[in-house]
């Protein structure tokens, strides 16, 4: 590991040829809080706050200035732009991208290879002040290979389906899907297929 401009919590494991606070190196310090795993090929840059219990997949990139919550996990080859908000117990799966300026809430599940976007016509001078515009709310479930669009918000423990493109807002505790993604129903109304459960997610509650 080099270790260039970090404070790192106790009992890290963090595996070779990772790179922690190299980029930009005029950033403050990237704080790292306990029980990290950080896994092989990992870059992190300069100016990140980023709670306990952090686990990375193996060559994930994590750009400048994110505040990150405890128990986050980033998957195998992900990448996370610069100056995003994660909540506490995040799993973002692999091969994501999120770009700057995303909220993701507590207890988000993002599926392997979500794509989120957030400009509507790349490259813009205005880029900054359009692109702070997608939020990912508490307990949303984010299927495998969807898409995210700029300006769109997902409702609190709402499930986008996989293969979804969203367009628009998606309002709390509903599963929607399709391209254009649709609401479908409320989650309370799903079935689970394989029986194993009445609904899905019920072990949650109606919180």
């Known amino acids: ?17 990772v790179e922690i606070g190299k980029y930009p190196e005029k950033l403050q310090k990237t704080i790292i809080g306990d029980n990290a795993t950080i896994r092989s090929h990992s870059v992190i ?29 980033i998957g195998t080859h992900s990448i996370v732009e610069r100056e995003n908000t994660i909540g506490n117990n ?15 809430d507590d207890d988000v599940w993002i599926g392997p290879s979500t794509t989120i976007l957030n400009v509507l016509h790349p ?47 998606i309002p709390d505790r509903v599963l929607a899907y399709g391209n254009p993604a649709k609401v479908i129903c409320s989650i309370d109304e799903m079935n689970c297929e394989a029986g194993y459960f009445k609904t899905p997610y019920e072990w949650l509650g109606k919180e």
């Open 1 to 17: 590991m080099k270790e260039y401009n970090a404070i790192i919590g106790k009992n890290p494991v963090i595996q070779d040829l």
């Open 45 to 73: 840059y300069s100016g990140n706050n980023i709670g306990n219990q952090f686990q990375t997949g193996h060559g994930i990139l994590l750009r400048e200035n994110n505040k990150i919550g405890n128990d986050v996990s």
């Open 90 to 104: 995040v799993r973002i799966h692999s091969n994501c991208f999120v770009p700057e300026f995303v909220i993701i």
């Open 123 to 169: 490259p813009c001078p205005r880029f900054e002040d359009c692109a702070k515009s997608v939020h990912i709310k508490k307990g949303a479930k984010i299927g495998g290979n969807v898409t995210i669009g700029p300006r769109v918000s997902i409702g609190e423990r709402s499930f986008i389906g996989m293969g979804s493109v969203v367009t628009k807002d």
